[in-house]
């Protein structure tokens, strides 16, 4: 039984960080990208950035590019979403999940088999 669980959500000022992480269980994370997504009311869930297995390739949205960054700790099985310059926009429901697959650049919800429950991200104006 693989399990995500995320964590380091909350409430944050626009411009303000927040960084959020993945524990991984049920399966060694090493063989596997990883990727965030988030998905706010009312609309669909969207690609926030992946990472490939050993780290070496990333691959992020265009609405965050430059403020968030995505790094892997395979030892620890967890994954890190650094989250800078936060923008009300931003304000979502942030999900972690595993991909059967080396690459980074699978960003669609479908190409992704294992997903955390969630956790909740809001920024203030």
């Known amino acids: 039984q693989v399990q995500l669980v995320e964590s380091g959500g909350g409430l944050v000022q626009a411009g303000g960080s927040l960084r959020l992480s993945c524990v991984v269980s049920?399966?060694?994370?090493?063989?596997?990208?990883m990727g965030w997504f988030r998905q706010a009311p009312g609309k669909e869930r969207e690609f926030v950035a992946a990472i490939s297995w050993r780290g070496g390739s990333t691959n992020f949205a265009d609405s965050v590019q430059g403020r968030f960054a995505i790094s892997r700790d395979n030892a620890k099985n967890t994954v890190y979403l650094q989250m800078n310059n936060l923008k009300p926009e931003d304000t979502a429901v942030y999900y972690c999940?595993?991909?059967?697959?080396?690459?980074?650049?699978?960003?669609?919800?479908?190409?992704?088999?294992?997903w955390g429950q969630g956790t909740q991200v809001t920024v203030s104006s």
């Open positions: 999940s595993v991909v059967r697959s080396w690459s980074a650049l699978h960003t669609e919800p479908k190409d992704y088999d294992y």
């Open positions: 049920g399966r060694t994370l090493s063989n596997y990208a």
